[in-house]
Structure formats: C-alpha cells, structure tokens
C-alpha cells in the first residue's frame, strides 16, 4: 500500500465545510497541530484567520475557531489541500497532498471562489513552485469557481502578511453576490 492509499482509507483530521451555494471556499494546506489538538480550523494562537474575517467583512463578528461549522450560514466553507496533514506547512511531504480529491470535491459543490490561504497550499494544487504564485486572481479555474491565492494567516508567515488581498477577496466576493 503506497502513502495516497493510506491516506484515503484515514478519516480527515479535520472536516470539511462544503455544501452548494457558498460564496468563498477558504482552503488552507493541513492542520497545524493546534487545530488538530482541538479539532477546529485555524486554531493556533497567532493565527489571523478570524480576525480577518471579521475586518474584511466575510462575518459580521469575530468568531472563535470552534465555531468554524457556523461559516455556511455566511456563504463560508472550509477545506485543506492535504486532509491527514498535521504540522507546518513546510514540513507536508508533496506526495500527501491530494490536488485531484480537492478539485472533485470544488467542482462538487461549486463555490463562487476557491481561496488558498497560502502560496503553499496553491503550489500543491498547481504543481508549481511558490514563487511561480502571485497572490489575488488566478487564471485557470474550476469549472465555474475562480480560484485566488492569499498570503498565509499564520503566525508564523508573519513576515509574508498583508490583509489587502484578503480585502481585494471580500471586495470580489461581494460583488459577485
């Protein structure tokens, strides 16, 4: 049995949050080991994910990470690119990370966008090398569902952070509305 194998027969460390008629399907690489701790999205203490979402106005409050399974009602999913994936983004072995899986389950439900929250989780996607990525609108898409790359929300990105194309996303995604 190879490691795809492995990994497909294993439940997600984390569940996805996808259904029809989302507006935003935010996709991330793996759990980070907070998140797989707690079982919620997002969770490690420098973590800007909510608080974007919030200042960007994608939800009316700041939500905590254990209330990720409310976000559909915000037109909001949630998914990651390597769904047994536990650790920093830096650390996920390419072969692990499922591009075909993540493309079914998009054209699946179709969300208006497809937004990786790091050039990393857009790299596993692309196949390509993060500097090859720009952040904002991506050419090719998913069937309908325009695809964008964000910079990461992890603390430990810090240096890589810039909420303007979170912004640019909630402009766009309002506007598609």
Not at 41 to 55: K, Q, S, V
Not at 131 to 155: F, M, N
Request: proline share 8%.
């Amino acid at each position: 049995m190879n490691a795809r194998e492995t990994d497909a027969s294993r439940a997600p460390v984390l569940p996805d949050v996808l259904q029809p008629g989302l507006d935003v399907v935010f996709c991330g690489t793996g759990a980070g080991r907070r998140s797989a701790e707690v079982g919620a999205y997002y969770a490690g203490p420098g973590n800007r994910f909510w608080r974007t979402l919030a200042e960007i106005g994608l939800t009316p409050r700041l939500f905590s990470p254990q209330e990720f399974r409310e976000l559909p009602a915000f037109g909001i999913g949630l998914t990651d690119i390597a769904k047994q994936h536990v650790g920093p983004d830096h650390d996920i072995d390419p072969a692990r990370s499922d591009a075909d899986g993540l493309k079914a389950r998009i054209a699946a439900a179709a969300p208006g966008v497809l937004a990786f929250t790091s050039k990393r989780a857009a790299a596993l996607y692309f196949g390509c090398p993060t500097r090859d990525l720009a952040y904002g609108l991506q050419g090719p898409k998913i069937e309908t569902t325009r695809i964008h790359v964000l910079p990461s929300p992890s603390g430990a990105a810090r240096g890589f952070w810039s909420i303007d194309p979170w912004a640019a996303l909630a402009r766009a995604t309002r506007g598609a509305s």
